[in-house]
């Protein structure tokens, strides 16, 4: 590439977040990602900057996903995993892992 060309590809590249912050940002309900995934959404892979587990994708609207966990539901997770390897007779309901999407735009 041209010196010139660079020029401008930075410029534009330094410019981005400042012109996307610029944009309305709308308003959705958050989803879960089992709902996601009942109306044909994908996961994909994310990077860890917005710190979201993964993504969800179908066609052009995509979805980043995250954790909603709670202590109280990890400790009964642990406590009942833990309980069930000492003795599988014991029962092995535990609380599902929350998984909130939101909408990207």
Request: neutral net charge; charged residues 20%.
């Amino acid at each position: 590439m041209k010196p010139f060309h660079n020029y401008f590809l930075g410029l534009a590249l330094a410019l981005l977040p400042t012109l996307a912050s610029a944009l309305p940002v709308g308003e959705r309900d958050f989803m879960s990602a089992s709902q996601l995934a009942q109306n044909g959404f994908e996961p994909f892979a994310v990077s860890s900057t917005a710190r979201a587990s993964f993504g969800m994708k179908k066609e052009a609207d995509m979805y980043l996903c995250w954790l909603a966990d709670t202590e109280e539901n990890a400790a009964i997770r642990r406590r009942v995993i833990g309980s069930a390897l000492d003795d599988n007779s014991l029962s092995r309901r535990v609380p599902n892992i929350a998984v909130a999407c939101i909408l990207t735009q």
